[in-house]
């Protein structure tokens, strides 16, 4: 090979050019992230202080308050939606790694991966239609619902996953002492894939827990406490909404202060699930 | 010969259990067919998701019948309904998304899967796995306050100054308009459409590679003539869920888009978007028309976003399929 030859330095030209536009893609794609996180934090922090977890918001015109209703709002909702989304998901996920390949478990798998592809708004729209129109109110059971939807192809496919990741020769050992296929799927199999199936859970908490779209009208908003389940509920993220689109000062403060709780939790889950597989693995 | 072991080698079956069928134990057959009920739930709920929309709009669909989707003319006071302008904002809002955030996700993936040192790889796909992390509402937060004001200080003059010629970058500048929405949509599809690709360039078989640069091909070289033809498909599959999402994506977008029903060449100009609409207008709509026609338009994001994801699934999954060498 003539290693001086145009064709030669052509062709590791276009090599070089090629590779630095890969990298400069990604640093691109990351400016958003890094803006993202500097405004939030900039604009938040000076709104975050106790009263903020504690207090209701003011009305307009009056400075300080806080969104205690909203962050104590999205807790529930987002308790609710684990509560009617992850058994559901869980169960769904043990049928699929266990009994995954007749045409029916097919079917199950592709309909969860086309139902995380639906946009989280249709998903408001079909539980209004469904449980507010019924009702007759909007109510956090409503919400919750909604997010529950959101959250039930998630858990089942990383249930499905972390259990197909379990040794099948732990499942021999236990069938060959007799004990029932059920009890050694629930007993052994499920128990080892427990942690990395939280850490999968922890994921779709912290998706679930920013949506807005579906919450606008079934959990919908409250300026006050809502008591119980049954009447309309504050949420962090819906008031973010409603704070940023408003032309008042402080209402924007709001906004920010409860950005930058939200994005933190967020982060968080996010940050953590990551450190927690990764020594798992390490462990391993 | 069949032999049905479970049957001839172990204790005689109840009575029960032959009526129950083949599972030999009571236990086994509860378990499957309990977790088959939640399995089929996820069936059931996206069947019922289609049903009950279309239950919700059918008062608009009598209607307005295919007029709905051709007819720009959206006003609640005359009770008419007609979705173009939003069928319109979504779908170019959408195209602008896809062309940013295509060719930066196509180089993330390559560079993530091919390029970047082994030890690189874990943090920087978490950074870019992180931009889906981010809460839409936060997203249009920044939007509306960050974003907005650059496009409509900075970026907007400059292309009206080097592109004005065209129709798409001419008119008043804003900072809100089709521009943001789009530009928004592509921050928030980069992650689905780079981490899908890469998962996509993993199934490539490493033979391929190593055949490539057997024959002393350079590393794009590598990717161009080994890797990208084995996995077109399963790319244009990341592609369309992109795509998929940018459609059904709902608030950062109208936080940004300017919300209004016009159909405007240009890029500058406010626009609604199909989603959006159903957001802002939903919950004080009045009167059984109106709520059907949001409810249509819902019913035809869902439709199209379904069939949609059934098309991107099915080529990201061929590829996962495809036989070492085959295909090409």
Known sequence: MNLGSATYVRRHLTDRVVRSLCVLGTIVALVPLFSVLWYVLVRGIGG????????????VGESGGGMG?????????????????????????????????????????????????????????????????????????????????LMLPMVTRTTEELLKLVPESLREAALGLGVPKWRATLRIMLRTALPGIAVGIMLSVARVAGETAPLLFTAFNN????????????????????????????????????????LMTVLVLNVSARFLVRTRVRAR | MTVRSDVSLVRPRSKLQLMLGREANFGDLAFRRITALFAGSVIVLLLWMAWEMGLASRLSLAHFGLGFITSTDWD???????????????????????????????????????????????????????????????????????????????????????????????GPQHGFGMLAGGIILAIMITPTVSSVSREVLRAVPAALREGAIGLGATRWEVVRVAVLPYAKSGLVGAIILGLGRALGETMAITMVIGNRSEIAASLFAPSYTMASVIANEFTEATGQ??????????????????ALNVFARLLVWRVGKMPEGGQL
């Open chain 2, 76 to 170: 609640p006071v005359r009770d008419q309904y007609g979705g173009l302008p939003f069928v319109y904002g979504t779908v170019v809002s959408s195209l602008v998304a896809l062309v940013i955030a295509v060719p930066i996700s196509l180089g993330i993936a390559i560079y993530l899967s091919e390029l970047a040192h082994p030890k690189l790889r874990g943090p920087m796909g978490f950074l870019v796995e992180l931009l889906a992390a981010v809460p839409s509402v936060v997203y249009g937060l920044w939007g509306i306050f960050a974003l907005a004001p650059w496009l409509r200080e900075s970026v907007e003059p400059l292309l009206a100054k080097t592109l004005g010629f065209l129709p798409l970058f001419q």
């Open chain 1, 48 to 59: 975050i202080n106790l009263d903020f977890f504690t207090e209701l918001p003011k009305p």
């Open chain 2, 289 to 306: 028309l109106y709520l059907a026609a949001l409810a249509e338009v819902g019913l035809l994001l869902f439709g199209v976003t379904v």
């Open chain 1, 223 to 262: 300026r006050f406490w809502s008591t119980g389940v049954n009447e309309p509920t504050a949420s962090l993220s819906v008031n973010i909404y409603t704070n940023a689109v408003s032309p008042y000062e402080d209402w924007h403060r709001q906004a920010w202060a409860a950005a930058l709780v939200l």
């Open chain 1, 69 to 149: 209703n909203a962050v104590l709002g999205t807790l529930k909702l987002v308790g609710l939606a684990g509560l009617f989304g992850i058994p559901p998901g869980v169960l769904a996920g043990i049928y699929l790694a266990e009994f995954g390949h007749s045409k029916f478990a097919r079917a199950v798998r592709f309909a969860a991966d086309v139902m995380s592809g639906v946009p989280s708004i249709t998903v408001g729209l079909f539980v209004y239609s469904l449980v507010v129109v019924t009702t007759k109110h909007f109510s956090a059971l409503a919400g919750g619902f909604a997010l529950a939807i």
